[in-house]
């Protein structure tokens, strides 16, 4: 299984952006998807997830309300849309896939089947 993030930019204060996360090797609808982040001397930490099959998405208090996860089956690929974005949103975003996890969750230290290198986000006038 692998897993490939792109869309990663340098955008504005309050613009967006739309990441994605396109699984290879693997049914994506069987995996749970988790998008996290590090910031440049900060610990990765968990922004959104959506669970395997009919899971229903999870975010960080952070991005409530301003970021949307969604995933697309035939084109094996897990969006992150991202609103309304803020310089603490600056990061070096992750996606990772975990098998048959319905109820997913935002810790990145869970066993996660596989991990991508990372798209920059950076959020700056």
């Known amino acids: 299984l692998q897993v490939a993030e792109s869309g990663g930019a340098l955008v504005q204060p309050g613009g967006s952006l739309r990441l994605a996360c396109t699984v290879s090797g693997g049914t994506l609808d069987h995996y749970a998807i988790g998008w996290f982040r590090q910031a440049p001397g900060k610990e990765r930490e968990g922004v959104s997830c959506?669970?395997?099959?009919?899971?229903?998405?999870n975010y960080a208090d952070s991005v409530k309300d301003r970021f949307t996860i969604s995933r697309d089956n035939d084109k094996n690929t897990v969006y992150l849309q991202m609103n309304n974005l803020k310089p603490e949103d600056t990061a070096v975003y992750s996606c990772a896939a975990d098998l048959f996890v319905q109820v997913c969750m935002l810790v990145p230290t869970l066993p996660y089947d596989a991990w991508g290198q990372g798209t920059p986000v950076t959020v700056s006038s």
């Open positions: 959506i669970g395997s099959g009919d899971g229903a998405p």
